[in-house]
């Protein structure tokens, strides 16, 4: 983390302008629950999935990689990536 | 800071009981930065951005020009965020060789490694089982990579098999499983990211415990202080920073060799197989496919260099105002497979209608890359479609159409550039 903050500095003062989630903080809030394990860059690189996708991925971090989300976080944050990083099936 | 106390002070109890972070002042966690280059591993090379933690950064594919790729350029990946990143860390490290399966339990701390067993050097390529996975049609989930989650350098180290003979391995013996104590789950109940290797595999004099890359110590990033190198197979059995190893009879149960890391099975040519269950639709992915890579197009009138891909590597750019009627260009490149030797690489212009055998300027072992060249005269107006493929001595070759698999692996495809005259 010190690494990152660091980094962070660094590009600050560089002048690099860093891309944000999308949508209002409050409708972010939710999404902290994926920063216990990983930074939001795979919610870019992996973007646009289908509900049923994204399903998929946050099924796979609660079973798999056993990410402690309670079930209506879990349900909140599909919406979330549904509606700004989503696509029709 | 580190990751727990930012945790710790970044989330709050709302009111229902549900619980939402407060974001940090220090550190905006927001920041998507995938998809750039950012000075990483050093200021003088930047690397692209796939994700900012745990780290996984992509080698920009100019850096193959260099037959040895430089260790400050090499690419990253891990799969845990919380892991040891400094050398200071380190200045425990043990590596254990234990197991039902082992005789006497050992363990070495890295001198002692490095003065009691015989140090040899092999020059392999080490390539992410996932790389070009972002090139996958359909998508599949997982690290974006392209091109260049891949490098080639000179390990040097000692043999896994003499350090597995030290602690005695039972002839029964099935497996051994690595892990990395630095490495640790980041959630509690996760499984430990460990590979199991076939005890075959691993007697193999072309396995090492390597210490040094490319005659430095290994990068922290790299696997400080010493990673397994296990020639001919994709990255995911090199463990990086290995503490552990267990000679076992049985497997026992882990998420990265019992899910991960599979291919469909029958889909690709891989030779050397594996697995506790003969049956199972997934087998574990093992030796790399045989692979071209074209780095960079030389125009030998002008003396212009041109590297045809986008900046994030994302796609190949079409190369536009570079050559004239009568100026000769080199295509330059790299080549390689499992472990088999390349045999040759073959090199079209014209979209594949006719192939001509390219050069080979340099190679280092059946586990090193190979680089080649081509020369063609540009002798008409309009569009060069310029292919390169390679054959290795098992008579494998490349693919023109994606084997399409749900983890994204083994994509061997011929690349095309569009050369516009």
């Given at each position: 983390m010190r690494k990152v903050v660091m980094l962070s500095a660094l590009l600050v003062s560089f002048g690099f302008s860093a891309e944000t989630l999308k949508g209002t903080p409050e409708e972010k809030a939710v999404m902290g629950y994926c920063l216990q394990c990983h930074s939001y860059d795979y919610i870019k690189t992996n973007a646009p999935l289908t509900q049923k996708g994204w399903e998929g991925v946050v099924k796979k971090m609660v079973?798999?990689?056993?990410?402690?989300?309670?079930e209506d976080a879990q349900k909140q944050i599909i919406e979330y990536l549904t509606k700004y990083y989503g696509k029709k099936e | 800071m580190d990751r727990r106390t930012f945790l710790k002070g970044g989330l709050l109890v709302a009111g229902g009981g549900l619980i939402l972070p407060k974001l940090s002042v220090a550190y905006d966690p927001s920041e998507i930065l995938a998809w750039s280059r950012y000075p990483l591993k050093s200021p003088k090379h930047p690397l692209i951005v796939q994700t900012m933690r745990p780290r996984n950064f992509e080698t920009p594919v100019q850096y193959y020009e260099h037959f040895y790729t430089p260790n400050e350029a090499f690419y990253v990946r891990w799969h845990q965020a919380d892991y040891a990143d400094?050398?200071?860390?380190?200045?425990d490290y043990k590596l254990k060789v234990y197991g039902p399966a082992a005789k006497k339990p050992v363990e070495f701390t890295l001198d002692e490694l490095k003065k009691n067993f015989k140090v040899y050097e092999l020059t392999a390529i080490n390539q992410c089982?996932?790389?070009?996975?972002?090139?996958?049609d359909p998508k599949v989930t997982g690290l974006q990579w392209r091109y260049s989650a891949l490098g080639n350098a000179k390990w040097v180290g000692v043999r896994l098999k003499d350090v597995l003979d030290a602690a005695g391995v039972d002839p029964k013996a099935k497996a051994i499983v690595v892990h990395s104590s630095y490495n640790p789950p980041t959630v509690q109940g996760q499984d430990h990211f460990a590979k199991a290797i076939p005890i075959w595999k691993a007697m193999d004099e072309n396995c090492l415990i390597a210490f040094e890359m490319n005659g430095e110590e290994l990068p922290v990033e790299n696997g400080y202080p010493a990673r397994l190198v296990i020639a001919?197979?994709?990255?995911?059995?090199?463990?990086?920073?290995?503490?552990d190893i267990q000679v076992v009879f049985d497997l026992p149960k882990n998420f990265w060799y019992d899910t991960a890391y599979r291919l469909p099975r029958g889909k690709f040519p891989t030779i050397e197989f594996w697995d506790k269950d003969p049956s199972a639709p997934f087998v574990p992915i093992t030796e790399m496919v045989v692979n071209s890579l074209v780095v960079k197009f030389v125009n030998n009138n002008t003396k212009r260099t041109i590297y045809p891909y986008e900046v994030d590597n994302t796609q190949i750019k079409d190369i536009k105002n570079f050559a004239r009627m009568g100026d000769y260009i080199t295509v330059m490149g790299v080549a390689y497979d499992g472990g088999y030797g390349i045999k040759m690489v073959e090199v079209s212009v014209d979209g594949g209608k006719t192939w001509q055998e390219a050069k080979i300027i340099k190679s280092d072992g059946r586990y090193s890359w190979v680089q080649w060249e081509h020369t063609f005269k540009v002798e008409k107006k309009g569009v060069y479609k310029v292919m390169a493929k390679a054959s290795n001595r098992m008579g494998q070759t490349q693919t023109f159409e994606l084997i399409w698999n749900p983890a994204g692996y083994h994509n061997n495809v011929v690349q095309t550039f569009n050369l516009y005259v």
């Open positions: 079973n798999v990689f056993k990410a402690p989300i309670p | 400094k050398k200071e860390d380190f200045k089982s996932g790389n070009r996975r972002g090139l996958s001919g197979w994709t990255a995911t059995y090199w463990i990086k920073a290995v503490t």
